[in-house]
């Protein structure tokens, strides 16, 4: 099955957290367990190591979703970075909605190491949705977008 | 204002104090500047009126390493300012020596000018001790009035109260100025669609030209170096272009001082293309307010802030997409 | 000396906008500023001052230079066209015409900036005689008569007319290019209001403002004055004074990756910076005191003695006005002037 | 600008199957910094390294990716191999081209744009790598088991004739676990508690060994080689070093109407109690919310009749705090509640059992003195039916979705017991599969069937209904004759599902160690690194990390043990070198970082900074390399970006960030 080239492709930074969500989607690879290859994952430490100018710097550069994955609350191989990734995000989110760029386009999912189906799952879904909102047009630079 | 000169004096003479930081008289009648004054010959310029809006607070960074200790005049909202900037080890309380001053809601020239008055010569009705509710003009082009409250800064409208948080001794009276909600305008802006809320915030933002006042004045940017500035984060900065810098720039600063901004309104008040900066950072207060519970940055020096916090039911993000 | 009744304005507009790009002072958001004519425009003529000067319709804030594009590892460039299409500044004040007069100094001198000369030969300049200054206007200290713009084309309103009178080539060309729309006119209206405006220039408080012992000779006595030790300590190093100055000319550098090449552009740049000037070793002015010294001395000792005297201000007062500190050129002016007084 | 070498792995056909790995190599030598591309079956190998090796000298290479399988895979594999032809380890990145590219994608022209980019994305990084050095830490010599069945027993014993320290922390008031709790094992039909109690004497006497009983692990800090725990010892209220463990309290103790726990409730047992009579340590407890003189304050029998004064009703919880080396959990498993199978009747008639409860009955120490009877009436029963797979091997969120291992083998033990020692009693299993994978476990099954005439009826049940008679009458099918099948049985045994015992939760948020939606803990890897959690220095050991049956628990107890041996024996432990870092050029000293430092790796000096020639007296933040583990919290809550990460620093993300959005 092959994409046609009309398509909207979106372009997708999926930022995993070393310990948990990189292991999860690992696993989501090792079960074969297909998603778009829109998804282009970074991997970090922990959830708590991205700044929100990550985020911003994806969209600023083209990017038209950007979703965070880290371990379940509670389950932090750090005991506690996910807790303050979640309070950041939640504030850059409303920031961002406030602001009037469409929702959707940002996502915070925990996923586990044992979650491969769940992060396979998640990053279908994700895709579909950022395919239904279009391209990002608030919040790109203009100088990237030829 | 005679008061606060009179006891100025009497500190830097009983070498209490070794200087004293307040504002200086300007040449026009409405530009006083924040400015040193280190024996009673100087105190001759010292003016404390309306027009006296600059937050002093972040000055007392620079003022704590010098020797002895500055009196600071501190408007009730400042002190929050400084509570912020002692929780954050940036100012020494042993070398401040804290006034808090009284304040009938600051006045801003912007505005007396949006009615219409220019050429101003002189103003009647700005002294602390005028309780004026009429602000008297004298100009090239005759006499003008407008009120004193139309006049004020948008955030003596929404004022947090005039008790200072912090202080060594108090001088002078205040007046209660507040008259408007001050999460209004944001739940206005909440309530529009996507569409709306992007022409307005493009509308705002693309006035911006990437000048740094906002940044500069804000007591809570009190970083040595900014991220704008740096190469820490290959951010480029300055070229004031193509949509997306301002936005960056403007969200990013908001979310640094997210939890630590005391919604002191210098921000606003400085921009020289009027953009209204504080709707951001309260935005921001307002989603810790309802997410994390009431915080007022400033309010003390220890509290942690609600970004160096959590609790373990915290809302999931999702929270922002099912509001 | 021709006339258009201001209701004719958008006449006015949408006619020199059909061939030529046309900036005009709009009001945005409660600001007015000069932005590119157009239909929905909120054209706002009686504004004084725009809040940033009109000097970027020749000196944008932004532009790009050339923009290099990778060929495998190879580098190929392209450099930025250059201002090819006529285009109209309608409004200038005659601080702001000087103003622009200061920046030829600087970009028109060799080596010329072919970006700046390219707009300068293609702008027409529309200036406006000041119908109510100021207290924050000080042009006359400058020898402005702001009642007497010197431009392509010099107007006056007048009670609802817009008086025209073009003094160079390229403002008769433009007159002519409009003439449909003017109907001649007397002088007379426009000397009384030349008149008026010289009386009002006379009660404005900075007007007798003495730039007495401001030149380039005076270098050394003023670089090391201890009135700047005093002078710079409420400044927050903001850019606001330079960003809305018609003279500030100064410019960074810099490259910005668009993941498809790089983008090498040049955008204003203050001397308040911290990382203005800024070189592998780090900075050459390291204090704020030095920093804020630099740009008034920049302006009222380095330029006039590289510029046969001419300063590089021209007492437009927008940085009176929009300083956050209340600061500005001004101040330190007559902060000299007072330690001089003393001595 | 470094020397950038790319290798690109075909990892046999898993990449190049899916990834047309040559045109990986042509797109990444257009990068800046590649000076060096080539691609080979299997970079893993002796060959590949050494094509890695070769690369480096010829090239002189600064820095290599490897686009390959996960990071999590191979990434030491490919640093060491830097490492030994004079690379510094960490200017080696992967690029994740198996699990996050050619395994999920089909479309070879769309996978391998993605490669490219994914490629691309590592090189940018490597671009701002810098080389970082470990740093040491030294080794506490001591382990800690934190659970006392047959598993952490064995890791104990283990690690223990190793010469090492051990504790084992066991929440009950004795060590023994589920293993104690039954009554014969298979396939040799031994006595459990034959085999056990040597192991447990064993442990009590081991002259290395300290046992935690009635305790609980509170709080767990630090790290690998260094961690520190705070061990709750719950009041007994009996002085442990006078009680004799004469039983007489027990004997005299006027309130028996407690459920004993190791009889799974059915039936009772005193206020003060030790669970079963071979217990260790053979000291009573005081049950405080059955107890008399504490519900009531009247009482205090036991304390009147022990001869040693050693009941202490003041007795208060304590800590203990202890640091290790290394944390094996072995916290086992419990059978899970049956309320969501309520058409088995469970709740509704007692003759309707769980295994392990029958385990119980036929236990001589059991609450029938090891007769099989009916525990409603107490008679004989003639009709035994076995219920197999009751919340195992569930396809909706009834139960568990995984197969509980031990219940086929069991239920066969079970079934052919019943049938040697009562050969009127009738035995029918219901079953889906039947699942003997293991050493003389089909044998076994095939005696249960063949000589013991066991009924097997490939089928489910779908309801027990208890009849007025006080029959249960079992309604199941039989797929092989494809018919319905109504069955009157005098009793049912349902072979209930198992799950990670319930505090497992609790310990895993304490030791950050992973844990999958079943409550399982992870392993590093599930088949390289199957006793090891991805958390550095905590191992595995038993049920905790998925269902598996004595002889597995034991060899996987062994496994565990070795793996912490091997952490014990060393000295010193290399430290993670990505390490949080503040430029004092930029640091303000606010302490927004410390407040968010999970690890009170952050400390202020204050401290005389040159900053360009202006030297300034400034309060810095300094970081504890050995405490940092590197989460990188901190970074984001610094305002100024003055603190940063080595080798996930925020120029080398952004980089990855702009290589994959242009």
Avoid at chain 4, 623 to 640: D, E, H, K, R, W
Wanted: glycine share 6%; net charge negative; hydrophobic share 35%.
């Amino acid at each position: 099955m092959s994409i046609k080239n009309e398509e909207f492709r979106p372009k997708i930074v999926a930022f995993c957290c070393n310990w948990c969500s990189y292991a999860g989607a690992d696993l989501a690879g090792s079960s074969r367990l297909a998603y778009p290859a829109d998804v282009k994952i970074i991997r970090v430490p922990c959830s708590c190591r991205v700044n929100p100018m990550f985020i911003l710097r994806a969209f600023e550069k083209g990017a038209d979703g950007v979703i965070l994955c880290g371990c379940h609350p509670g389950d932090c191989h750090y005991s506690t970075g996910n807790y303050y990734a979640r309070r950041r995000m939640t504030l850059l989110f409303s920031m961002l909605d406030y602001i009037g760029v469409e929702n959707g386009r940002t996502r915070v999912e925990w996923v586990s190491a044992a979650e491969g189906v769940k992060f396979s799952q998640t990053m279908n879904e994700f895709v579909e949705k950022i395919r239904s909102l279009g391209e990002n047009v608030r919040l790109g630079d203009l100088r990237c977008k030829n | 204002m005679q008061e606060l000169i009179t006891r100025a004096k009497e500190l830097l003479e009983n070498g209490t104090v070794a200087r004293v930081l307040g504002w200086k008289a300007g040449d026009l009648p409405y530009n006083p500047e924040p400015a040193y004054f280190t024996n009673a010959e100087e105190l001759k310029d010292f003016v404390y009126n309306g027009f006296c809006g600059a937050n002093l607070s972040k000055y007392m960074i620079e003022a704590s390493k010098l020797e002895g200790k500055t009196l600071v005049c501190l408007k009730p909202c400042d002190t929050y300012s400084f509570n912020q900037l002692l929780k954050e080890h940036r100012v020494d309380r042993e070398k401040a020596y804290i006034v808090g001053v009284g304040c009938k809601g600051k006045l801003n020239i912007e505005k007396v000018k949006s009615f219409g008055i220019k050429g101003i010569e002189s103003v009647f009705g700005a002294e602390m001790t005028d309780n004026a509710d009429t602000l008297t003009f004298q100009t090239i082009y005759g006499e003008k009035t407008c009120s004193y409250a139309e006049a004020m800064l948008e955030r003596c409208h929404v004022c947090k109260g005039k008790e200072h948080v912090i202080y060594d001794e108090l001088i002078g009276e205040s007046k209660d100025t507040k008259d408007a909600e001050r999460f209004a305008e944001v739940e206005k802006i909440e309530a529009m669609s996507p569409e709306e809320k992007f022409a307005f915030f493009q509308k705002e933002l693309s006035k911006c030209i990437r000048c740094n006042a906002c940044r500069n004045v804000c007591p809570a940017c009190s970083c040595r170096k900014c991220v704008f500035d740096s190469t820490k984060f290959d951010s480029a900065q300055k070229a004031n272009v193509d949509s997306f810098e301002e936005k960056m720039f403007h969200i990013i600063r908001a979310f640094h001082v997210a939890g630590r901004c005391t919604d002191c309104g210098e921000c606003s008040r400085v921009c020289p293309q009027g953009i209204p900066l504080h709707l951001f950072n309260r935005k921001f207060i307002k989603d810790i307010n309802e997410l994390y519970g009431e915080f007022q940055a400033g309010a003390d020096a220890e509290t942690k802030g609600p970004l160096t916090n959590f609790t373990f039911d915290d809302a999931e993000p999702s929270i922002v997409a099912n509001r | 000396m021709y006339k258009i009744a201001k209701e004719n304005l958008p006449a006015l507009f949408q006619l020199i906008a059909e061939d030529k790009e046309l900036y005009v002072p709009v009001n945005n958001g409660g600001q007015v500023n000069f932005a590119n004519w157009t239909e929905s425009s909120q054209v706002d003529l009686d504004t004084l001052k725009s809040v940033k000067s009109p000097k970027d319709a020749f000196f944008p804030q932004s532009e790009n230079l050339y923009t290099c594009y990778k060929d495998g590892k190879k580098i190929q460039i392209e450099p930025e066209e250059l201002q090819n299409q006529n285009f109209v500044v309608f409004g200038m004040k005659a601080c702001d015409v000087k103003g622009v007069e200061v920046l030829d100094k600087v970009f028109l001198v060799e080596p010329v900036d072919t970006f700046y000369a390219a707009r300068r030969a293609h702008g027409t300049i529309v200036a406006m005689a000041c119908h109510e200054p100021e207290e924050t206007c000080f042009c006359k200290v400058f020898g402005i008569d702001c009642a007497n713009p010197v431009a392509d084309v010099a107007t006056w309103m007048v009670e609802g007319e817009l008086y025209w009178k073009a003094l160079t080539e390229k403002g008769e060309a433009l007159t002519a290019a409009v003439a449909s729309l003017l109907t001649d006119a007397d002088e007379a209206k426009v000397e009384e209001e030349k008149n008026a405006i010289h009386a009002i220039v006379e009660k404005l408080p900075y007007t007798n403002l003495s730039l007495e012992g401001w030149n380039g000779d005076v270098l050394s006595e003023k670089f090391d004055s201890p009135v700047w030790e005093e002078l710079y300590k409420p400044c927050l190093a903001c850019g606001t004074c330079t960003f809305v100055c018609p003279t500030c000319q100064c410019y960074d550098i810099k490259d910005y990756d668009t993941g498809h090449g790089i983008k090498r552009y040049r955008c204003w740049d203050s001397c308040m910076y911290s990382d203005f000037t800024m070189m592998a070793h780090g900075n050459n002015r390291t204090s704020q005191l030095q920093r804020f010294r630099q740009r008034f001395m920049h302006k009222l000792v380095y330029f006039p003695a590289n510029n046969d005297g001419m300063y590089s201000c021209v007492g437009c007062g927008r940085c009176v006005e929009k300083c956050p500190s209340s600061l500005n050129i001004v101040k330190v002016i007559k902060a000299f002037e007072k330690q001089g007084g003393d001595q | 600008m470094q020397r950038i070498g790319v290798f690109v792995c075909h990892c046999g056909s898993n990449i190049a199957a899916t990834v047309d790995v040559k045109k990986v190599v042509e797109m990444v030598q257009m990068e800046p910094g590649v000076v060096h591309a080539e691609d080979y079956q299997y970079m893993c190998s002796e060959a590949g390294q050494a094509k890695i090796a070769a690369a480096i000298h010829e090239k002189n290479l600064t820095g290599i990716v490897v686009c390959s399988c996960s990071p999590r895979m191979h990434e030491t594999t490919f640093r060491t191999a830097a490492e030994r032809a004079g690379l510094n380890p960490y200017m080696v990145e992967i690029a994740n081209l198996r699990e996050h590219c050619s395994w999920i994608h089909k479309d070879m022209e769309e996978a391998t744009k993605k490669a490219v980019i994914l490629a691309r994305a590592a090189i940018a990084k490597v671009n701002l790598n810098t080389p970082l050095k470990p740093g040491e830490s030294l080794v506490t010599k001591r382990a800690l088991v934190i659970g006392g069945g047959i598993a952490g027993i064995q890791t104990a014993i283990d690690i223990a004739d190793a010469g090492y320290e051990v504790d084992i922390v066991e929440k009950t008031p004795s060590i023994g676990g589920r293993m104690s709790q039954l009554d014969k094992t298979f396939p040799t039909l031994d006595c459990s508690a034959c085999i056990l109690t040597p192991k447990m004497v064993e442990a009590a006497s081991h002259e290395k060994i300290t046992i935690y009983t009635y305790s609980e692990v509170d709080k767990v800090s630090g790290f690998v080689g260094d961690f520190t725990v705070d061990i709750r010892k719950k009041a007994r209220s009996v002085d442990a070093t006078k009680c004799t463990g004469c039983g007489v309290c027990q004997e005299k103790c006027p309130s028996k109407k407690a459920p004993s726990e190791f009889n799974r409730g059915l039936n009772t047992r005193s206020a003060i109690y030790t669970p079963f009579a071979q217990a260790i340590p053979n000291v009573p407890v005081i049950d405080r919310d059955a107890c008399m003189k504490f519900q009531t304050g009247k009482c205090g029998v036991c304390e009147k009749v022990c001869q040693a004064g050693a009941i202490d009703y003041t007795q208060k919880d304590e800590i203990v705090t202890q640091k290790y080396g290394a944390i094996v959990v072995a916290t086992g498993f419990d059978t899970i509640k049956l309320d969501n199978y309520d058409e088995y009747a469970y709740s509704q008639s007692k003759d309707v059992i769980t295994s392990l409860e029958l385990e119980r009955i036929m236990n001589a120490a059991g609450p029938t003195k090891g007769h099989l009877e009916r525990l409603s009436d107490g008679k004989h029963p003639h009709e035994i039916v076995f219920i197999q797979c009751v919340g195992s091997r569930c396809s909706d969120d009834r139960g568990k979705s995984y197969c509980s291992k031990i219940c086929c083998m069991y239920t066969a033990k079970h079934a052919m017991l019943i049938r040697d020692k009562y050969p009127d009693v009738n035995v029918t299993v219901f079953y889906i599969d039947v699942r003997t994978p293991g050493k003389n476990f089909d044998e076994f099954y095939r005696r249960a069937v063949e000589e013991y005439g066991v009924n097997y009826i490939k089928g489910q049940v779908g309801k027990v209904i208890p009849q007025p008679d006080g029959k249960l009458l079992v309604q199941g099918s039989d797929l092989l004759d494809n018919k319905q099948i109504l069955k009157e049985a005098d009793m049912v045994v349902l072979a209930t599902a198992i799950e990670p015992e319930a505090s497992v939760r609790k310990i895993a948020t304490m030791l950050t160690a992973s844990i999958d939606t079943n409550n399982f803990l992870t392993e590093a890897h599930p088949k390289l690194r199957p006793v090891e959690s991805p958390t550095a220095g905590v191992f595995l050991s038993g049920v905790c990390q998925g269902p598996k049956d004595i002889p597995e628990t034991v060899a996987q107890a062994g496994a565990a043990a070795v793996k912490a041996i091997g952490l014990l024996a060393k000295d010193k432990l290399m430290t993670n070198p990505c390490t949080a870092k503040a430029d004092e050029l930029m640091c303000n000293g606010c302490s927004t970082c410390a407040n968010v430092c999970p690890y009170g790796a952050i400390s202020y000096e204050e401290k005389e900074i040159n900053d360009h020639g202006i030297r300034e007296v400034r309060r810095v933040a300094v970081v504890n390399n050995a405490l940092c583990q590197g989460c990188g919290a901190c970074t984001v809550a610094c305002p100024s970006g003055s603190m940063d990460l080595q080798g996930f620093s925020n120029r080398q993300i952004i980089a990855e960030v702009d290589a994959i959005c242009r």
